[in-house]
């Protein structure tokens, strides 16, 4: 295959990951504010991930529930921490070992995702959702430097 047809078919993977993540994301934050934190299904805010991929018929088939995790230890065969410097969104962390759940930011080190799954109020954690699902793609994915 040469590099052309190559590159065009990974740049395809990439934007259907990423709108499979904004997809489930809305989809939890639309849910969440249905539901008005009153699901009985629900323990915590993150067993919508697993809601999510049930209705889907992803449940069991995603690593981590996270479409973004699942590709990159799909293409990359990583499975620890190290994953997360593949990430192909740009969390609001300087954290490079699982920036969804912390920031390393003194004073402030929850992660986006981190707040979403601790949230005690669903308005809150609907809004977490949102956040997680416009995060802007991770630069080195933009300049062509990951892939």
């Not at 395809?12 to 639309?30: G, P, Q, T, Y």
């Not at 067993?47 to 699942?70: M, N, R, T």
């Not at 962390?93 to 669903?122: A, H, I, M, V």
Request: aromatic content about 14%; overall charge negative.
């Amino acid at each position: 295959m040469n590099k052309e047809l190559e590159s065009i078919i990974m740049n395809k993977e990439l934007e259907l990951i990423i709108e499979k993540h904004r997809k489930m994301w809305n989809w939890i934050a639309d849910k969440i504010e249905e539901d008005k934190g009153t699901n009985p299904d629900i323990d915590d805010f993150g067993d919508y991930k697993s809601l999510y991929l049930k209705s889907q018929g992803y449940h069991g088939y995603v690593h981590y529930d996270c479409f973004v995790c699942d590709y990159i230890i799909r293409k990359h065969k990583i499975y620890d921490g190290k994953r997360c410097y593949w990430c192909l969104l740009k969390w609001p962390s300087t954290c490079t070992k699982f920036p969804c759940e912390d920031t390393k930011l003194e004073g402030d080190d929850l992660g986006l995702y981190r707040r979403f799954w601790t949230s005690d109020d669903w308005k809150e954690a609907a809004k977490y959702a949102r956040l997680i699902a416009n995060l802007p793609v991770n630069d080195l994915y933009l300049e062509g430097e990951l892939e």
